[in-house]
């Protein structure tokens, strides 16, 4: 067979094929149409349940906001942190860290004077999720909270803005009454990194809570100063407690591992 008749062939085969077959993309296309009309539904659903009379219906519909990742939700969820349930209020502050939309920075920052405590803890937390420096200041005042997971959780914050500015007011906290806060503190001091905790590190590396100990270990690795290596020797070489000892090792061999 010549070519030009191969080829002519080939054409009637295929056009007819295409006759045959149905279009591909138009299937897809009806489907994501379908599938983004039923997310506006149910979107729509959990922003009237988010108003519903129990608590319970109301956490999950927050919650379920905070899974679907949709931008709609943020006002819903932010007027939900002035729900009438310290649960809820909680919730719905968590539910903003996962949303990550900065608009609740403001918001939250109002909600560390709430009158529940773990409220307080929750906004603490995702305000450094956010990553918002206008949380500096208000997270550093949440260090003197009378209460002390709060304190913690803004430890935590802290550390999560990686700020250095924040470096005086964690270093100070470092002498707080509960091991769990100077834990979280040593933590966020070796989250920021900056050389001016190294001190203040090494000195926490005598504390009478483990927890502390270990924690100032970790920090001083993660910092990366040199001139901790002897103290951090020290410190491995006292501890009685074998898991405790074994952890600060490999802090301490991280620490020796750092570049110069």
Do not use: H, Y
Request: glycine share 4%; proline share 4%.
């Amino acid at each position: 067979m010549k070519p030009f008749v191969i080829l002519t062939v080939f054409v009637v085969i295929s056009a007819t094929n295409l006759k045959a077959w149905p279009r591909q993309d138009s299937v897809p296309a009806q489907q994501r149409t379908n599938a983004e009309a039923k997310k506006s539904d149910d979107i729509n659903r959990m922003l009237e349940r988010i108003k519903g009379r129990t608590t319970a219906e109301r956490r999950e519909a927050i919650d379920q906001l905070a899974e679907s990742g949709d931008p709609r939700a943020v006002d819903a969820v932010i007027a939900a942190l002035k729900d009438q349930e310290g649960d809820v209020r909680a919730s719905a502050a968590n539910a903003l860290g996962q949303l990550g939309n900065r608009r609740a920075v403001e918001p939250l920052i109002s909600m560390l004077s709430d009158d529940v405590s773990f409220v307080r803890a929750a906004a603490a937390r995702v305000l450094g999720q956010l990553g918002d420096t206008k949380a500096l200041d208000p997270l550093s005042t949440s260090l003197r909270d009378g209460n002390s997971t709060v304190r913690g959780a803004a430890a935590m914050g802290l550390g999560s803005l990686r700020e250095p500015r924040a470096v005086p007011a964690l270093i100070a906290a470092l002498r707080d009454e509960a091991p769990d806060v100077r834990a979280a503190v040593a933590t966020a001091l070796g989250d920021i990194r900056d050389k001016r905790a190294v001190d203040p590190l090494v000195q926490s590396l005598k504390d009478e809570s483990r927890m502390v100990k270990l924690a100032a270990a970790l920090a001083l690795a993660d910092v990366g100063e040199k001139r901790a290596v002897s103290a951090l020797t020290e410190a491995v070489t006292n501890e009685k407690d074998e898991e405790t000892r074994s952890q600060m090792k490999e802090a301490l061999q991280r620490l020796l591992a750092a570049p110069e």
